[in-house]
């Protein structure tokens, strides 16, 4: 499969630096890396679960659980080395970074060993051999035959990929429409914003098993072997590890498991989705969704509250040279987060912070949430606290209360009296926003759905499931921050 | 002769280089009743939020109790401050509390006073100034009068030994300036040592022990009331008082 590389690789490259800036390079001379692996008993393996039948998440009997048959290989090379296999599923954007921070020790995500990635990890020998198809609605059979046949017609494929930049490069005439997912591109297809989908022959394979609207072509692509074969990917330097995971590989490419087990495994697995794929089948997985985005939003707003009053009253401070840098320095953050992308955010506290501490996704995407409604929370509750009036601290100060207790007991609770309708809409903007550390692997509903989406080949049921249950959370936050604002403001 | 309760000494402010207060020197003498009068802009305000040090002086001495307050650390600023009361023109009561909780707070608060004690002054202190039946209404209920006199009881709640009344009565419609007069009279005659700010000449008279009078950023005549309003000493005075009696 050839995925995203330009922001996987950028991500990478940018780390890489890092790594070099702030460790001392340890040169090769060492290599513990099977070592470790055995000592700690487990093999991490890094994967983006969106891509059947290379790997896809299913319930089997109400778990959720990734399968596939790179889930194969990479549990054939745990069982060769004798340890554990523990499967981290993230976006594909995110796997190499991953890689190179530690929080995984390997990557099987149908990764094609291009020479650009060669550069940033090592590579085993390649385990499997693919192609590309191109898939169309059954309607047009007959009418494409291979990747020439699209002129003044629309082409879809994967942005960020070899596919796609080949799609453009190899075909005359034709627009090359891009997505982030296949399971969008179908979706495109299928209600023929695009004529064509090019796919890896195995992906092709599943959709049109699974569809019976759809069927594939081939797509004649002039391709090198480095960009259709896949292999699992290890960290640079690792080359014990590296021998150790190639004799496995060897094997399964002797005894061809890949087509004689591993795929028709996956296959039973799709098969068994597709029999049932109302959305009522999932309710187990959105309901994981719901209770992931609901854990993020509430712990992102209580810490990023705090850190926001914080924030605020430094940024009031005035007096000494101290609270003049403590303002400085408040005011400084307030617009570094408020001038970045929350998605940067999120990647450099699980990625960039991971360098240091190793934080659990989860943690990572809290952390960055929090840090960045603070910022926006602070801006509130300055707003909010010069909004009351000044006679009100004149009138506490007259009365002996110091300055901390006439902010803490007559400034503060009129204030957020008075951003209380801002404090609700940023909550509520959390729940939405909060879907943005689905890139790292967080299962809050957006992960969820595309989960559900890549294992059922249904594009339009899951969005709208999400789209409800987004709007019963928002309308009930929304409904019950107003139950408090009149409960408050008896005055 | 008694100690004098506050003696300040060549007091000056100024805001960004503007002198507002030029060069005060004056005592106020325990049970004495002073009510400040001048015009418009003259530093009644800046003078009475100097004595208890809402605004720093610029240069000078504001001494309470025989203890200078411009040369202590914010934390006995603090203690001192609590026992000098001050009434707002805008009342500035705590609109997210009802009036028991509004007087109830700074006892509770900065003396630690248990809340039971707390509550059991406050109706007092709001029979005191008959509004007692008002105790569990919220600020925003209350009309300007009863607020004044809420803020009152907020003041006397800390047991201040001085009260500074900054215009109390000028953000009143006419007919609810009697009901905080009463109250302040009241107060007066109890022996509370009291510094008004006001352009009511009625009570100035009637029970101001001394009449100061300002203008220009100095106290230009310092007199009894029945000296001020029939023998003003300066021009400006005599300019003052010939425009308000007109
Ligand atoms: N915080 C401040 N910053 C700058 N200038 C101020 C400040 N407070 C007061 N002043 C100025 O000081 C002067 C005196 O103001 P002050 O309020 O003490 O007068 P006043 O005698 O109380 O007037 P009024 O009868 O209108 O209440 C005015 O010119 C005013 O603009
Ligand atoms: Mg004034």
Known sequence: MIKKICLGLLLSCALLMGLSLTTPTVHAATDHSLTTVQKKGTLVMGTAPDYPPYEFETTIHG????????????????????????????????????????????????????PARRKNVAFTHTYYQGGYSIVINKSDQGRYHDKDSFKGQNLG???????????KRQTTNTTIKGMTTISNLVLALQSHKVAGVAMEKPSAKAYVANNKQLVMIPSHFNLSAADT?????????????????????????????????????????????????????????????????LIITVCA????????????????????????????????????????????????????????????????????????????????????????????????RSLGLSRTAALRYVILPQALQNIWPSLGNEFITLIKDSSIVSIIGVSELIYQSNIV?????????????????????TFTASRLLNHFEKKWQHA | MTKPIIEVKNLAKEFDGNPVLKDITEQVNPGQVIVV????????????????????????????????????????????????????????????????????????????????????????????????????????????????????????????????????????????????????QDLATQGMTMVVVTHEMGFAKSVADRIWFMADGYIQENSTPDDFFAHPQTERAQDFLSKILM
């Open chain 1, 157 to 167: 494929a994967q942005t960020g990929t070899t596919l796609y930049n080949e799609s």
């Open chain 1, 229 to 293: 074969s896949t292999a699992v990917a290890f960290k640079k330097g690792s080359t014990a590890l590296v021998t150790a995971a190639n004799q496995s590989v060897d094997q399964i490419k002797h005894q061809d498991l890949i087509n004689k087990n591993y795929l028709p495994a996956a296959g039973q697995y799709l098969k068994t989705n597709t029999v049932n794929t109302s959305m009522w089948h999932y309710w187990k997985a959105f309901l994981t969704g719901v209770k992931y985005t």
């Open chain 2, 37 to 184: 009068i001048g015009p418009s802009g003259s530093g009644k305000s800046t003078f009475l939020r100097c004595l208890n040090l809402l605004e720093t002086p610029t240069s000078g001495q504001v001494a309470f109790d025989g203890q200078d307050l411009t040369t202590l650390d914010t934390k006995r600023v603090n203690e001192l401050r609590e026992q000098m009361g001050m009434v707002f023109q805008g009342f500035n009561l705590f609109p997210n509390m009802s009036v028991l909780e509004n007087i109830k707070l700074a006892p509770m608060k900065v003396k630690g006073v248990s809340d039971a004690d707390a509550t059991k002054r406050a109706h007092e202190l709001l029979q005191q100034v008959n509004l007692d039946d008002h105790a569990d209404a919220f600020p925003s209920s209350l009309s300007g009068g009863q607020k004044q006199r809420v803020a009152i009881a907020r003041a006397l709640a800390m047991d201040p030994k001085v009260m500074l009344f900054d215009e109390p009565t000028s953000a009143l419609d006419p007919e609810m300036v009697g009901e905080v007069l009463n109250v302040m």
């Open chain 1, 453 to 473: 989406r890549s294992d059922t080949y249904r594009g339009v049921a899951p969005i709208v499931v999400i789209m409800v249950l987004y709007f019963i959370l």
């Open chain 1, 301 to 396: 707003v209580f810490f990023g509250f705090i850190l926001g009053v914080l924030l605020a009253l430094l940024r009031l401070g005035h007096g000494s040279l101290l609270q003049t840098a403590g303002r400085w320095l408040a005011t400084a953050y307030v617009e570094f987060i408020r001038g970045t992308p929350m998605m940067v955010q999120v990647m450099f506290v699980y990625f960039g912070l991971g360098l240091i501490v190793n934080l659990p996704a989860l943690t990572s995407g809290i952390i960055a949430i929090a840090l960045n409604s603070g910022a926006y929370v602070a801006e509130y509750i300055r707003g909010g606290i010069n909004s009351v009036d000044a006679g009100q601290t004149e009138a506490a």
């Open chain 1, 63 to 114: 778990k959720t659980q990734v399968v596939g048959m790179d889930v194969a290989v990479g549990q054939k090379i745990a069982k060769d080395l004798g340890v554990k296999l523990v499967i981290k599923s993230m976006s594909f954007d995110s796997l190499l970074v991953a890689l190179q921070t530690g929080k995984v020790d390997m990557v099987i995500s149908g990764m094609n060993p291009t």
